[in-house]
Antibody, heavy 117, light 110 residues
Framework: EVQLVESGGGLVQPGGSLRLSCAAS????????MSWVRQAPGKGLEWVAN????????YFVDSVKGRFTISRDNARNSLYLQMNSLRAEDTAVYYC??????????WGQGTLVTVSS | QSALTQPPSVSGSPGQSVTISCTGT?????????VSWYQQPPGTAPKVMIY???NRPSGVPDRFSGSKSGNTASLTISGLQAEDEADYYC??????????FGGGTKLTVL
């Protein structure tokens, strides 16, 4: 059974940093692209970033370019999202998702990031 | 890149059919057959219902179907059931090599 478990969310001040982690199990992690998708409270889904199988390809939505980085450790079956210079508008539930031909075919339960003073 | 355009809400009675549209551009929906649809009941993570425009993952009822014409993709739910009540989102791959989502559609089963 595919399982994705996010961690690392919490309350952070504007301008601060946070690192999210996603532990994957139940599938061959290193043959899949992985992505992060977020959902602000009461709002819709927003794709944030994805990373290729070996970590050499990475893409980001314009609103986080230069502030967020995505990485993976295939030996640990883990995905990460380093978030710097956080803004109030980054407040959201962040989902880790397995990506298959641009489809997020499995999702974690999400971790809440709140940016507030 | 702008979000795909979906109607904010649709509704139907049990047993009826409803269709949710998802309009993009020639830089996304119109060019790529990488359109997916997700169902999200309140307080839960999204679940993929359709991928690659018209493919159903195993376990998704065949009451759910997808199609595409030009820059607009559609999700049709036939034989509507109370359990189908949820938010639905479309997504598409784009020429910028990113994925964009629609704004979401709230389906109400009357």
């Amino acid at each position: 059974e595919v399982q994705l478990v996010e961690s690392g969310g919490g309350l952070v001040q504007p301008g601060g940093s946070l690192r999210l982690s996603c532990a994957a199990s139940g599938f061959n992690f290193n043959v899949y692209w992985m992505s992060w998708v977020r959902q602000a409270p009461g709002k819709g889904l927003e794709w944030v970033a994805n990373i290729g199988r070996d970590g050499s390809e990475k893409y980001f939505v314009d609103s986080v370019k230069g502030r967020f980085t995505i990485s993976r450790d295939n030996a640990r079956n883990s995905l990460y999202l380093q978030m710097n210079s956080l803004r109030a508008e980054d407040t959201a539930v962040y989902y880790c998702a397995r990506e298959n031909w641009s489809c997020q075919d499995h999702w974690g339960q999400g971790t809440l990031v709140t940016v507030s003073s | 890149q702008s979000a795909l355009t979906q109607p904010p809400s649709v509704s139907g009675s049990p047993g009826q059919s409803v269709t949710i549209s998802c309009t993009g551009t020639s830089s996304d929906v119109g060019t790529y057959n990488r359109v997916s649809w997700y169902q999200q009941p309140p307080g839960t993570a999204p679940k993929v219902m359709i991928y690659g425009v018209n493919n159903r993952p195993s376990g998704v009822p065949d009451r759910f179907s997808g199609s595409k014409s030009g820059n607009t993709a559609s999700l049709t739910i036939s034989g509507l059931q109370a359990e189908d009540e949820a938010d639905y989102y479309c997504s598409s791959y784009t020429s910028s090599k990113i994925v964009i989502f629609g704004g979401g559609t709230k389906l109400t089963v009357l």
